[in-house]
């Protein structure tokens, strides 16, 4: 149980300090930003080895690491919690829109930004320093690769087919193949200058931290008629974790239970709902 009035605690997203593209124990994730208390957060996506990459958007210590314009555009499934720069706790379904923007007039959607969701790649896909060092290259998968290096506004080079390109300390590298490499082509030459826009709703600039989970458990006190996200395994009993605040919004609650094992069984989301 969490006081937002005391001045000496905050609450903040943990990523892992090497990389938004790594996973990493909760445990570690604590131990590297020296928190008090940790719960798990979020869904992701691993590719092994240690690599992984959180499924909604992400803002950490009032910066944004990682989003996706696909995130809830078609419906509100997955919600997220959020603390703005008033202290105040917001629970909602991001909305997203990000693109490349130039002096020359073009208007580019980007559909992930550090991310590394290959199903996308046909799209636009930027990875900056919160990434890692280098971008995504050309694979046995995928030879078709095409990355477009931007550092401090300015377009400076096309890697066609090429390793992973450095990316900028003070820049960015847009990762696609196929019709995504088409559209940069035709849209950017060298020289260029080019930004990353971001827009969401809420508005990413007013907050502290935001990390996503699944559905809405309680909303207005009550219980929604049905939960936005379901797991396949919505009626069996599991590990749970939720967050959520007091009516007030001066509490905010972290709350795990645990299951799979004799001592606790854990509970179904509709449980965890009542519980909280």
Do not use: H
């Amino acid at each position: 149980k969490i006081d937002l009035s005391n001045k000496y605690l905050s609450i903040d997203t943990l990523t892992n300090s090497e990389s938004v593209g790594r996973t990493a124990s909760t445990k570690k994730l604590a131990e590297q930003r020296n928190a008090v208390a940790a719960v798990n957060a979020s869904f992701f996506t691993s590719s092994g080895g240690g690599n992984g990459f959180p499924v909604g958007a992400i803002v950490q210590s009032s910066d944004i690491l990682c989003a996706s314009n696909s995130f809830n555009r078609y419906s509100d499934s997955i919600a997220s919690f959020s603390i703005n720069n008033m202290n105040e706790v917001i629970q909602n379904y991001w909305k997203v829109n990000m693109y490349l923007s130039s002096k020359s007039g073009a208007k580019l959607d980007v559909e992930q930004y550090n991310m590394g969701n290959k199903k996308n790649y046909d799209k636009l896909n930027v990875f900056d320093r919160k990434w890692g060092k280098t971008a995504v290259g050309a694979t046995e998968e995928m030879p078709d690769i095409f990355q477009m290096v931007v550092e401090n506004g300015k377009v400076t080079k096309f890697v066609k087919d090429g390793p992973a390109a450095d990316i900028p300390e003070n820049g960015f590298v847009v990762v696609t193949r196929s019709e995504g490499a088409k559209l940069l082509q035709q849209n950017l030459l060298v020289g260029n200058s080019v930004d990353l826009v971001i827009n969401s709703t809420p508005d990413w600039n007013s907050l502290k931290m935001s990390i996503s989970g699944s559905s809405m458990l309680v909303k207005d006190g009550a219980i929604p008629e049905t939960f936005s996200f379901t797991p396949s395994d919505i009626m069996v009993k599991s590990p749970k974790t939720a967050v959520g605040s007091s009516k007030d919004g001066k509490t905010v609650f972290f709350v795990t239970v645990d299951g799979r094992q004799t001592a606790s069984i854990g509970l179904t989301l509709k449980d965890m709902a009542q519980f909280m």
